[in-house]
């Protein structure tokens, strides 16, 4: 993974920095974690320009934007967002996820449908409704007994891998890239679905955001487990 170089948390002192014009700061939905080192290594083999990775919830990043941290590129999981930053050209939606019901490998609770979610033994982590995943939980339509409400999809991830709850919602792609984690019985594609949209905060990340929906970026991401095209 050359050409990606990772921040897992935004420190102040970026925003007293500017990235060089050999590479790229990328702020990305943490959702995106897989699959951006695999799209940064096809960027940098095109163009010869490196991606630095900032991870974070879409909503946490929005606001390190507005205050002035430096990026190029912003990839969310709520096109909303994207009308509180100034950016540059058109935004483009480049992929779509949707949201299962996870457990911890072995599913140790036995989660075997959704009507398990409202037990009340059952320890359910799910994401804030302040954040696309939570926002998107919440119209799933079933009722759901949330003992915690995490700040990010990583967050509900990392509890279902610890064994610190019994099942969690989470993304499709979670579950086929987190170890420790299992779907909780067999759930067909359905929405409500997350639309991933990026966008340019600089001029010179143009021509990421058209490699977005190259070829080889679309290729890339549906190898992840994202959908591409229209949601369905």
């Known amino acids: 993974m050359k050409g990606l170089v990772v921040a897992a948390l935004l420190l102040p002192v ?7 014009s050999d590479s790229l700061t990328v702020f990305a939905a ?8 695999a799209l940064a290594d096809a960027y940098e083999a095109e163009t010869g320009i490196a991606v630095t990775a900032v991870y974070g919830g879409s909503n946490h990043l929005t606001g390190q934007l507005r205050d002035g941290a430096p990026a190029d590129v912003f990839l969310t999981a709520d096109a909303r967002l994207l009308g509180r930053l ?14 299962v019901v996870a457990v911890p490998a072995g599913n ?5 449908g959704a009507s398990d979610l409202a037990r009340a ?6 994401c804030a409704e302040t954040v696309p995943c939570g926002a998107a939980t919440a119209r799933m339509g079933i009722v ?10 990583r967050a509900v991830l990392s509890r279902l ?8 919602v989470v993304y499709a792609t979670d579950v086929a890239a987190g170890p420790g984690v299992e779907l909780a019985w067999p759930q067909p594609e359905a929405c409500p679905c997350v639309v991933y949209a990026a966008a340019a905060i600089t001029d010179r990340a143009r021509s990421f955001i058209g490699f977005l929906t190259s070829p080889t970026a ?8 994202f959908s591409i095209g229209a949601p369905g």
Not at 14 to 20: I, K, Q
Not at 108 to 112: K, L
Not at 161 to 168: K, P, V
């Open 86 to 99: 100034e950016t540059r050209g058109e935004t483009v939606d480049f992929a779509t996820n949707h949201l």
């Open 108 to 112: 140790p609770a036995a989660v075997t």
């Open 161 to 168: 891998a610890l064994g610190e709850a019994d099942a969690g």
């Open 144 to 153: 759901i007994e949330a003992d915690s409400r995490e700040i990010s999809v």
């Open 218 to 225: 679309q290729e890339t991401l549906a190898l992840h487990g």
């Open 121 to 126: 033994d059952m320890r359910v982590v799910v």
């Open 14 to 20: 970026l925003a007293c920095t500017r990235p060089d």
């Open 30 to 37: 943490s959702s995106l974690t897989d699959v951006l080192p």
